[in-house]
């Protein structure tokens, strides 16, 4: 399959590491500017297949152990292609890059950086050339959905100005559009199975406003992965009709987790942490959990290493999340869905959210709205649900409007504490150390010297 | 213990603070009602409760018998010959035998970590209380002790809970160690499921020890930055007193620690450890330093630097008291397992012993008491260093004194004979003789310490200390930086790499154990580790293996646990602890089970070791296994069905258990989705396998990785590494390929015009990735 190429081709290059010493020249990088990466659909008629251009210098011609200008421009065809999958495709150029033995590469979009060892280029990779054939020879076997493609390196400093200016314009509209993009605007979601081979009756329902719980798939991801292994994992859900557009019940969505949960699960309100809220595997980035004092939904995210406010730590929850099940008020999330206009929508969306840890409301700045962020406690503002009251009530959070309503309940109290509660019955003298006791009733009693009763004597 | 509850109700009750109506208590041993998980079938299992499910592992992986010896001479009707069909007289057979042998290996191995358990929880208690809190991991850890729940079906939270848990282990063995006697159990299969038994308890008991010295102690909490500590003979400073501990309960270890920070000794006196004792010193002070894996032993007190030894129990030479005599360095025997034929002084006040040791009066003394130990042994190496500095250069033989030597072998080759890895040594005695010490020096880091050469010398040549001498310059540059033991694998952990897994990201999850009797040296260990962690496999390791892995550096002067990060993550290097430590392992593989898919833990063991066993691709090796404790551990990783893979010298555990790809009935499964059988290929394919060489190792870490339940992308990943290693390392692409695709989409795609050729001659056929499972749902129930 690679024969032509003078380097080893596999996976096994995947986490190779180049050291500055050991490179012939860096691509990118901190030290460059001009530097990206881009996939466009074309016409097929546009494409000249299999061509490999090279615009400026080769890699032998390139200077030793300096940073250059680079751009990779990937162009491709094929009738069950669309615009919406170029950024799912373009991540690829990540991975294969990775393979090529001695070519190191990180980094996606405006921010690659690539490093081509010494030792690969002695062997003989001296040529773009035979990156893009590694690189065509990858992308037409495992995206058998692109049937054209055609390879452009450029590492001329002037001919890439116009190029990288361009692909800053692609990414921003494509960005628009992916934000932009509801759920109300497709006909079709992806379940994702594959956690099942550990959670069996877990299914993940991703949609364009709710990302897969471990944050590693998008609607996009699906999409592509969909078309490209029909019989995989990732599958069209053909969302049907809405049952509910506030809790994001949809008829589809239903049958597809009924038939795949082995009739476990057979409703899903998407955008919901109660009733019938979207399951979890055991790789969840974060856990919405409910706080009944207040109302509102905490948030914590499985790096935060201290107790959330409600006392118990991101372990513990999780373990009431995790396996497949639908548990009201513990709800398995990823991040990335906290950036989505339908996040715990049916709840109140981020007015009912009243507890975040800093590191990740400092993430999500742009998509908490201004009127309620600065209501959102964090670890700072409050570790226990007292101070939580207290904050929530200083900075007037909406939850603290709907509390007035109820009545407060009184408190359990226990009618004795002991240090040491000593019992004297038939024989026997029972200590209780440190005992409680809690009582349905008390009465209480002046203590009356015993009156005989009948036919006892005096 | 969980069940033994007591519940009193009280109707009305005349007290001296009031009348008390309908009053209702319970006292149990444990707070009951803070777990309110379901108890499974089989809390505290007896020995025929799991055997069901042995039989289905022994069935698809059945026992391969390599007789290390013929005969049975355990009554007195024998010796028995058992060679051929023969039986012997009580009527047993030889794969009867050899099974009874290894289950008899297994009880030695689970008794010695239960009752290493046993000590230190009594300990533990003594000291701090049966009620102090167990707290393996903090925040980040909510199954505390996954095999306990497991195995017990309860949820311990205090030392003196803990002590329900070796009851059971104590019972448990005591009946298992019946089994061997004549005329007991004599059907192979029923013996090796009786050792699965054995193996399980070993697991439960290593657990309990390392959470109750954990937790006791303060020793790392499932810390992936545990401090890097000093590991290597050339890190001691010899110029301050050197205390040497042998062995694996850390108590005295620990006196002896606590003994210097409370007299502000610390800094003035090394406190080195050879094997687990080690490890666990340097886990509850970076301080202390480990000399090596047991290897060293000889050779460090021979060196003549140790101004005291102390040792404790299990892995410590006998004949330590002999190598010792010799320098005139004082032994302190610590444990009643280990008493050395020392006198009894742990009733004499600490000066009467430490002036009799210091005036060479005794050899050493027995001190059953850590504390009194830890006094004792401080003072005694300030006192006597001083003393024995003029002559620490000990046995390290000048040169001239090793030429010497050398011209008096006269070639009878018996050393070679001895020698368990068949080392050409009388040829490098030869070459040495004549000032050549290359062909010496190169055995020097392969030498096993075992020093049977010297007792087979008919000339009564100092063998291993001329290996030494030739190796001396090795020796003396022997430090290396090792991460202190971290303990369990944080629940927070397994739940970061699920994604990674699933998606193909991490291949596997490797772990390499054990002892120190490798073939050609331990760099093989380090250099096994090490390209599997550069495969972002999830690489543990324990015990010696651990401190072997340790000592190696790379080109830069580093050791792996400098380069390769601590955390349950891939491309990582986590070093659990010592050998009790492993219960982590197979905990953190439990616990998968708990933490993706929630399946109740409690006392459910089969439902448990179906999951991980048809799911969690790990694979134990332990290259230079050599004890019992060794075939227990392996035991028990077998019941959850992970497979282990042993060096060469791993032959002498007497059988494999192997699976044959070949036959292809062996391999189906119940698919839980739809009750139907699926072929799933030979995965794993052995349950147990010994192999000749690292390269041969390498190739079956990879292969033995794969499991029934692989997504298409973990299973391709899988696949490159199985066909990438069996290419580099035995030259070829593997003849199996096609067993272990199930769909186009398993083949690696750099790979697939080869695979895709290989699979057409083989006639494959695709099938599906099941839900799978080896027990049909209404047993599940049952």
Redesign the interface.
């Known amino acids: 399959?690679?024969e032509d190429i003078p380097v080893d081709?596999?996976?096994?290059h995947?986490?190779e590491r180049i050291r500055k010493s050991d490179m012939q020249f860096e691509l990118g990088g901190p030290k460059v500017a001009e530097k990206f990466e881009l996939v466009r659909l074309k016409p097929a008629e546009e494409i000249e297949s299999g061509a490999i251009h090279i615009i400026g210098p080769d890699i032998d011609e390139l200077e030793e152990g300096k940073s250059h200008p680079f751009g990779i421009v990937i162009e491709i065809a094929g009738p069950e292609l669309e615009e919406n999958l170029e950024g799912v495709i373009e991540r690829r150029i990540h991975e294969y890059s990775n393979?090529i033995e001695g070519f190191m590469h990180l980094n996606q979009r405006y921010d690659i950086w690539i490093r081509l060892s010494r030792k690969s280029f002695k062997k003989g990779l001296t040529s773009f050339r035979f990156i893009g054939m590694a690189m065509q020879e990858?992308f037409r076997?495992?995206l058998p959905i692109i049937q054209e493609i055609q390879i452009t390196f450029i590492t001329d400093p002037e001919e890439i100005k116009p190029l990288h200016a361009e692909a800053m314009a692609v990414y921003e509209a494509r960005d628009a559009r992916a934000r932009g993009l509801s759920d109300e605007d497709v006909d079709v979601f992806y379940g994702c199975a594959?956690?099942?081979?550990?959670?069996?009756?877990h299914v993940c329902v991703v949609t364009p406003q709710r990302y897969a719980n471990?944050?590693?798939i998008s609607w996009f991801d699906g999409r592509a992965a969909a078309r490209i292994?029909p019989?995989?994992?990732i599958f069209p859900i053909e969302k049907g009709e809405c049952v509910d557009p506030n809790t994001g019940e949809y008829t589809g969505v239903n049958e597809s987790a009924k038939k795949r949960s082995?009739g476990e699960v057979d409703r899903i309100y998407l955008y919901s942490g109660f009733g019938y809220p979207h399951t979890s595997?055991?790789?969840?980035e974060a856990i919405a959990f409910y706080i009944p004092e207040v109302e509102g939904y905490g948030i914590v995210h499985?790096g935060f290493?201290?107790?959330a406010v409600n006392g118990l730590?991101?372990?513990?929850m999780?373990?009431s999340t995790?396996?497949?099940?639908q548990i009201d008020g513990f709800h398995g999330i990823s991040i990335e869905y906290m950036r989505s206009r339908k996040f715990l929508q049916a709840d109140g969306g981020y007015e009912a959210v009243v507890w975040i840890p800093e590191e990740i409301k400092e993430r999500l700045k742009d998509y908490i709205p201004e009127s309620v962020f600065g209501a959102i406690a964090t670890e700072k503002d409050a570790t226990t649900i007292d101070e939580l009251k207290a904050f929530l009530m200083q900075q007037n959070h909406p939850v603290v409007t709907q509390w007035t309503e109820v009545a407060e309940e009184p408190e359990e109290t226990a009618v004795?504490t002991?240090g040491e509660?000593?019992?004297?019955?038939g024989g026997f003298r029972i200590l209780?150390k440190n005992a409680r006791?809690y009582?349905?009733k008390v009465?209480?009693?002046p203590i009356q010297p015993k009156k005989p009763g009948r036919g006892e004597k005096q | 213990m969980g069940t033994k509850e007591i519940n009193i109700s009280i109707k009305e009750i005349e007290t001296e603070i009031g009348n008390i109506k309908d009053l209702r208590f319970s006292v149990g041993r444990l707070a009951q009602e803070t777990w309110d998980e379901p108890q499974g079938p089989t809390p505290f299992p007896s020995m025929t409760a799991l055997r069901n499910w042995d039989l289905t592992l022994l069935n698809r992986y059945k026992p391969f018998y390599l007789p290390f010896c013929d005969l049975c001479c355990l009554c007195t009707f024998g010796k028995c010959d058992l060679t051929g069909d023969k039986k012997g007289a009580c009527g047993i057979t030889m794969p009867g035998q050899q099974s009874r042998i290894v289950l008899l290996a297994a009880c030695i191995g689970a008794a010695t970590h239960t009752s290493h358990a046993r000590e230190l929880v009594t300990h533990l208690i003594e000291e701090f209380g049966s009620d102090t809190r167990l707290d393996p991991g903090g925040l980040n850890i909510k199954v505390e002790a996954p095999i306990t729940r497991l195995v017990c079906g309860m949820k311990p939270e205090t030392l003196g809970d803990l002590e329900t848990v070796l009851d059971y282990s104590e019972q448990q063995i005591t009946s298992l160690l019946a089994c061997t006697h004549t005329g007991q159990e004599g059907n192979p299969l029923d013996l090796e499921s009786k050792v699965l038994h054995t193996g399980m308890i070993d697991h439960l008991s290593m657990e309990v020890a390392d959470i109750a010295q954990v937790s006791a102690y303060d020793l790392p909490k499932a810390d992936p930055n545990a401090p890097l500590v000093d590991i290597g003979f050339g890190s001691v400073d010899t110029t301050k007193p050197v205390i040497l501990v042998i062995g694996h309960n850390v108590p005295p270890s620990v006196e002896i620690m606590d003994y210097m920070q409370d007299n502000e000794l610390t800094g003035d006196i090394e406190v080195t450890g050879i094997c687990c004792t080690g490890i666990d010193m340097t886990r509850y002070s970076p301080k202390a330093k480990i000399i090596g894996p047991i290897s060293w032993q000889i050779r460090y007190i021979r060196s003549g630097i140790p101004d005291i030894i102390v040792v404790d129990e299990q892995c410590i030479r006998t004949d330590v008291l002999d190598e010792a005599r010799v320098l005139k360095i004082p032994v302190i025997a610590t444990s009643g397992k280990n008493c050395l034929g020392l006198t009894d002084r742990t009733g004499d006040p600490p000066d009467e012993i430490i002036d009799d040791l210091v005036s060479g009066t005794i050899d050493g003394a027995l001190i059953l008491d850590p504390e009194k130990v830890g006094v004792v042994a401080v003072k005694t190496a300030m006192e006597i260093a001083p003393r024995r500095k003029k002559d620490k250069k000990g046995i390290f033989l000048s040169h001239e004194e090793a030429i010497e030597l050398a011209k008096q072998c006269t070639q009878c080759r018996e050393c070679r004979r001895a020698c368990p890895n068949d080392m050409h040594i009388s040829d490098a005695i030869k070459a040495f003789s004549r000032e050549d010490p290359a062909m010496l020096a190169e055995i020097y880091d392969s030498c096993v310490g075992c020093i049977r050469c010297e007792s087979a010398c008919s000339e009564e040549i100092p063998i291993h200390s001329l290996i030494v001498a030739a190796g001396e310059d090795t020796l003396r540059n022997e430090a290396f930086r090792l991460r202190a033991g971290r303990g369990a694998i944080q629940d927070i952990e397994i739940r970061q790499v699920g994604g990674p897994i699933v998606l193909g990201e991490i291949p596997g999850i490797v772990a390499f154990v054990g002892c120190a009797n490798y073939p050609k040296g331990g760099n093989e260990l380090a250099e096994m580790a090490i390209e599997f962690a550069n495969r972002r496999f999830i690489t543990c390791t324990s015990g010696c293996a651990a401190m072997t892995i340790g000592m190696y550096k790379n080109e830069d002067g580093k050791s792996p646990y400098e380069i390769y990060p601590g955390n349950f993550e891939a491309g990582a290097i986590v070093n659990v602890g010592s050998c009790v430590s492993n219960a982590h392992i197979s905990g953190a593989a439990v616990k998968i089970a708990s933490i993706f898919a929630r399946r109740n833990l409690r006392g459910n063991y089969a439902e448990i070791a179906d999951y991980v066993y048809n799911r969690v691709g790990a694979v134990g090796v332990a290259w230079g296994a050599m004890s019992q404790k060794a075939a227990s551990i392996a035991a028990g990783f077998w019941r959850l069905g992970i497979p282990v893979i042993v060096g060469p010298h791993g032959t002498k555990y007497r059988r494999m258990l192997l699976g044959r790809a070949d036959h292809d009935e062996d391999w189906y499964v119940e698919d839980a989705r739809t009750n139907e059988k699926v072929y799933v290929g030979p995965v794993p394919e052995h349950l147990f396998i010994s192999v000749e060489t690292k390269e041969e190792a390498m190739v079956m870490i990879a292969k033995l990785s794969m499991r029934p339940n692989d997504t298409s992308r973990g299973r391709a990943l899988k696949l490159t590494h199985y066909i990438d290693l069996h290419r580099r390392l035995l030259g070829s692409m593997p003849t199996d390929i096609h067993r272990f695709v199930r769909m186009e989409a398993d083949i690696p795609i750099t790979m697939k015009e080869d695979i895709v050729a290989i699979l057409q001659e083989k006639d494959w056929k695709e099938t599906v990735i099941p839900d799978p499972t080896l027990i049909p749902k209404k047993e599940v129930v049952q």
């Open positions: 399959m690679f081709v596999g996976l096994v995947e986490g393979y990858l076997n495992e594959l956690c099942q081979s550990f959670a069996p009756t471990c944050g590693a292994d019989k995989g994992p082995m595997c055991g790789c969840f499985r290493r201290d107790l730590p991101f372990s513990t999780a373990d995790a396996g497949g099940r004795i002991a509660l000593p019992i004297t019955t209780l006791i009582a349905d009465i209480i009693q």
